[in-house]
């Protein structure tokens, strides 16, 4: 595993933790929520492809 994914999902979670934070602050609870339930959406599809990739390798490496 590369350690770009982790620092990408770490800036994905400042990112999101800003911004939720200044929409609550704002009043705007709603669209807190939707940047927040939108980060974690993005970060699961992060972890997927390298899933993905991790999974074929296993397929390869005993050539299933």
Known sequence: MDVTLILKIAG???LVSIAYI???KAGRD???MLVS???????LLMIV???SDLMDT????FGI
């Open 22 to 24: 200044i929409l609550n």
């Open 30 to 32: 709603e669209m807190a």
């Open 58 to 61: 296993v397929r390869d490496l």
């Open 12 to 14: 994905m979670g400042m």
């Open 37 to 43: 339930l939108t980060g974690v959406i993005i970060v």
């Open 49 to 51: 492809t390298q899933l």
